[in-house]
């Protein structure tokens, strides 16, 4: 959850303008379109007892987070945001500005905490391996001894910016095997393994934050590649883990896939926005505060920032104590530069550089490519060589402000990259946003050409009071069909197609009103994912919480069906792992209600094969193979005059398997 706002928030400090598993059952009526008065327009506010609203999809159960990870006192505390998702067995691992809890969801309804443990630093991107446990850390109050104490000094060897190595074997008690520290923090982490490799699992490290001084992390340094070439911004980190040794994981490369990129154009915010934040900045500099600006947008430099490098100026000269006038008034000179510095990197001659960092990297090692959403840009990258990724394509959008995250589709030939315009923290899906701004851009893959196609974005408005924008999510197996359940913050999961790449559309959701109905109090899904069979979202201030999808025109059960039979060992949603449906008869129904729904056979073979599924299903052995390869028989001699040709190839070859 980061853009050019969400630095200031998260790095530079700037101010923002129940224990017990609920469970329901209550769904909506299935209909193929979203009614004209929709649902999530109007929802009651609150913090557990907002409104709801579902529409093919229904809320399993919400569990409130554990007593360490909520200010019952404070709703939408910054120090307890719950944060990414990962997953392994029956065991939900989620991600917190304050730590890591570990969620046993056996039982979806009754949802059990097996373990948090608190170890502060932000924002705790978490992902899995076999036994291993890996958790991001960026602040700069996180300790590598997970303590709550934090870190006072600018320079302390006690601080952990990098990536926290668990061995997670028994999860209820993970026990730490190494920290790696790196220039920038983590601010969020990719594991990616390599087909050629079976002894090393690798990460790919983004980080956003300051670069560190070299007198607390050696090597640390700022500058352009051309002017200093161990620079460390223009950058990503690959850690190699010895599966073997975990313990010594290390850095191994620092591959430099923004090198030559220049600054793309960018929409910026929205005009009203700019009023209210020169309104706030007005009135904070006529309290003493200190102010700066990114983007055109003025910002409020909060406490931490000020004192930090209040701190770093009184140092400077030598001195000791309390900041004197003068220092305060160095540091308001001097804040726009340190704003710009950490923002945007060095300015050096010629076109302003591009993205310094990506925010995210998603990996696709079955095929090879890997999606990097990095500032300005969306880049394709070739991972074959999983040490020595190599940028071979890249996409800007005067649209886009910040792109955020990457999902490629089954077959490789689709990518989506996530638009979170705001920072995450801030209401964009409002009456008056375009729809355009905030949003997924959904392109086709050729080779090394990505070619734009659409827009999607959350077709309904959220209030002021609601932070909205595009977010995390991953596909849901539907065979046949490109699917995605996605957050949108406290504008909900939105579930959409994508097929065709040019018209997705929404097929269910599920939203709940604003945590406040006065104010903007950050809440909502900071990621949806499926993960056998059920829809789990992290939620911000809410907890956890688990959906099921259910059947209508745009979805059959047979198609959720043949969903839940792909099973996961272990998740990491930015680890896409090839989806494979065994052969079964959910998803060779699947295929059958795709055609029906297409028109791609007529209704009365549509209807026949249905029966014959039926009686093939009842049978077994010999009769069973027989009644299948008749079914295909007959499916073959249609083909030619389908209108869905892949689609028909797709449901014999599943009736062939069945029948071996």
Request: aromatic share 8%; with cysteine.
């Amino acid at each position: 959850m980061k853009s050019r706002l969400l630095i200031a928030l998260s790095l530079l400090g700037v101010a923002c303008a129940g224990s017990k598993t609920q469970t329901s059952s209550s769904s909506t009526t299935p209909v193929t379109t979203a009614p004209r008065t929709d649902a999530r327009v109007g929802l009651r506010a609150g913090w557990f007892n907002a409104g709801e609203a579902g529409w093919n999809m229904r809320l399993v159960s919400n569990t409130p987070p554990s007593p360490d990870f909520i200010n019952r006192n404070e709703p939408g505390d910054f120090r307890m945001i719950n944060s990414d998702l990962s997953f392994r067995g029956n065991y939900v691992i989620q991600g917190n500005f304050g730590g890591v809890q570990v969620w046993d969801i056996s039982n979806p309804k009754q949802v059990r905490l097996v373990k948090g443990f608190v170890c502060p630093g932000s924002q705790s991107d978490v992902s899995v391996y076999k036994n291993l446990l890996f958790v991001s850390g960026e602040a700069l109050n996180g300790r590598v001894d997970c303590g709550t104490q934090g870190v006072q000094d600018t320079v302390d060897h006690h601080r952990l910016r990098g990536i926290r190595v668990f061995d997670g074997t028994d999860l209820a008690n993970p026990k730490p095997l190494a920290n790696v520290q790196t220039c920038r923090g983590s601010h969020t982490h990719t594991v990616v393994t390599s087909p050629g490799d079976t002894e090393n699992v690798y990460i790919y490290v983004s980080g956003s934050a300051p670069v560190r001084s070299p007198n607390e992390l050696a090597g640390c340094s700022l500058g352009q590649p051309d002017s200093n070439p161990n620079t460390a911004l223009f950058r990503i980190e690959v850690i190699q883990v010895p599966l073997a040794h975990p313990e010594q994981a290390r850095i191994v490369s620092s591959p430099r896939i923004f090198q030559d990129l220049v600054r793309a154009k960018s929409h910026g915010e929205a005009e009203e926005d700019r009023r209210e934040a020169k309104r706030v900045a007005d009135s904070a500099r006529a309290a003493g505060g200190y102010t700066a600006a990114i983007e055109g947008t003025d910002i409020v430099l909060g406490p931490n920032f000020v004192r930090t490098r209040l701190d770093s100026i009184v140092k400077a000269r030598g001195g000791t104590g309390t900041p004197t006038a003068a220092d305060s008034q160095a540091l308001r000179t001097n804040a726009q530069a340190i704003v710009d510095l950490i923002v945007q990197g060095p300015q050096g001659s010629g076109p302003r550089p591009g993205p310094t960092q990506c925010h995210d990297i998603t990996v696709y090692p079955a095929i090879g490519l890997a999606g990097g959403a990095c500032g300005g840009y969306g880049l394709l990258l070739d991972i074959r060589d999983v040490t020595n990724p190599k940028r071979i394509g890249a996409a800007s959008d005067s649209n886009f402000s910040f792109w955020h995250s990457a999902t490629f589709n089954n077959d490789g030939t689709k990518i989506l990259f996530t638009d979170e315009w705001g920072g995450g923290l801030q209401a964009r899906c409002r009456p008056t946003d375009k729809p355009e701004w905030g949003a997924d851009a959904i392109f086709t893959l050729a080779g090394n050409e990505m070619t734009f196609k659409s827009y999607y974005k959350l077709p309904v408005p959220q209030t002021k009071n609601e932070n909205c924008v595009a977010h995390n999510g991953t596909l849901i197996p539907v065979p046949g069909r490109d699917i995605m359940a996605q957050g949108w913050y406290q504008g909900g999961v939105s579930v959409f197609d994508w097929t065709n790449p040019s018209k997705p559309v929404e097929i269910a959701y599920f939203d709940r009103g604003p945590m406040d109905s006065t104010k903007l109090v950050g809440a909502g899904s900071w990621s949806a994912y499926w993960y056998n069979g059920y829809i789990i979202s992290s939620e911000i201030a809410r907890g956890l919480d688990i959906f099921e999808l259910t059947a209508s025109p745009l979805l059959s059960q047979n198609e959720i069906d043949a969903a839940k039979s792909v099973r996961f060992d272990y998740l990491n949603a930015q680890d896409q792992q090839k989806l494979v449906w065994p052969a079964s008869f959910a998803v060779a129904r699947a295929y059958l209600d795709q055609l029906a729904r297409s028109g791609g056979l007529a209704t009365a073979r549509i209807n026949t094969t249905r029966d014959a599924l039926t009686r093939a299903e009842r049978a077994s052995g010999q009769a069973q193979k027989d009644a299948l390869s008749q079914v295909a028989t007959q499916l073959n001699a249609d083909v030619a005059a389908s209108s869905d040709q892949p689609k028909m190839r797709m449901l014999i070859g599943v009736l062939g398997n069945l029948a071996k």
